[in-house]
C-alpha cells in the first residue's frame, strides 16, 4: 500500500523558516517524480515545486522561487520542502504527492497533508 | 503562465449527468487530469491522460479533450459525487504543472 506522510508544519512568524518532510512507503521511490501541492484555507490547489527521480530536475511555481528548496533523498525514502522567508500568504495546507515517471503524468497518490501557519 | 479556467460550480440532480468544463489555450494539444476533493480530505485522482480511469473509480467517471476545452463527464451523478473537482496539466514551456480553478458540484 502507497503511504505518504507528510511532517514538520506548524505556526511560525513572518519572515520565519520551516523544513517540511515527506515519508514515502509502500513503492520505488526512486522511480517517481515527487511534488509538494498546497492548499490556502478556503481556497483551490496549487502546485509548490517538484523533483524528478534523480533530484537533477526542480521546478517551482514563481511565487515561492528563491524562497523553497524541494530535495529528496532516494535512499531514505524521503522527500522534502526548506520553505525559508515566509510570507502570510504562504499559509496552506501542504500536500505531498507522488506524480507518474514522467513530468506530464497525473498525480495517482497525495498525503492528508501537512498544516503551515504563517502569523506573528 | 499557462491558465486553467473552470466553473465555480455546477448542480445536478441525482442520476442525472454533470459535465464540468476546462478551459485552456489549445488544451487538447496536452495531457489533462482531474481530481475529485471532497472536505477535509486529500485530493483523489480520478481521470488521468484526457480520458483514463484509476482502478476503483467508477466507470461513470469519464473525460475528453479537443481544441480548448477539456471535459469531466459524471454519468448517473450520486450524492457521493458532490466535491470539488480540480483539472490539471503539465506545461511543458515552463515544466510548472498547474490547476484549474477549481468547479463545486453540488448534487440537488
Known amino acids: 500500500e502507497v503511504q505518504l506522510v507528510e511532517s514538520g508544519g506548524g505556526l511560525v512568524q513572518p519572515g520565519g523558516s520551516l523544513r517540511l518532510s515527506c515519508a514515502a512507503s509502500?513503492?520505488?521511490?526512486?522511480?517517481?517524480?515527487m511534488s509538494w501541492v498546497r492548499q490556502a484555507p478556503g481556497k483551490g490547489l496549487e502546485w509548490v515545486a517538484n523533483?524528478?527521480?534523480?533530484?537533477?530536475?526542480?521546478y517551482y511555481v514563481d511565487s515561492v522561487k528563491g524562497r523553497f528548496t524541494i530535495s529528496r533523498d532516494n535512499a531514505k525514502n524521503s522527500l522534502y520542502l526548506q520553505m525559508n522567508s515566509l510570507r502570510a500568504e504562504d499559509t496552506a495546507v501542504y500536500y505531498c504527492?507522488?506524480?507518474?515517471?514522467?513530468?506530464?503524468?497525473?498525480?495517482?497518490?497525495w498525503g492528508q497533508g501537512t498544516l503551515v501557519t504563517v502569523s506573528s | 503562465s499557462y491558465v486553467l479556467t473552470q466553473p465555480p460550480s455546477v448542480s445536478v440532480a441525482p442520476g442525472k449527468t454533470a459535465r464540468i468544463t476546462c478551459g485552456g489555450n489549445?488544451?487538447?494539444?496536452?495531457?489533462v487530469h482531474w481530481y475529485q476533493q471532497k472536505p477535509g480530505q486529500a485530493p483523489v485522482l480520478v481521470i488521468y491522460?484526457?480520458?483514463d480511469r484509476p482502478s476503483g473509480i467508477p466507470e461513470r467517471f469519464s473525460g475528453s479533450n479537443s481544441g480548448n476545452t477539456a471535459t469531466l463527464t459524471i454519468s448517473r451523478v450520486e450524492a457521493g459525487d458532490e466535491a470539488d473537482y480540480y483539472c490539471?496539466?503539465?506545461?511543458?514551456?515552463?515544466?510548472?504543472?498547474?490547476f484549474g480553478t477549481g468547479t463545486k458540484v453540488t448534487v440537488l
Open positions: 504527492a507522488r506524480d507518474a515517471r514522467y513530468s506530464s503524468g497525473g498525480t495517482h497518490y
Open positions: 509502500g513503492f520505488t521511490f526512486s522511480s517517481y517524480w
Open positions: 523533483i524528478k527521480q534523480d533530484g537533477s530536475e526542480k
Open positions: 489549445n488544451i487538447g494539444s496536452k495531457s
Open positions: 491522460y484526457d480520458s
Open positions: 490539471q496539466v503539465w506545461d511543458s514551456s515552463s515544466h510548472h504543472r498547474v
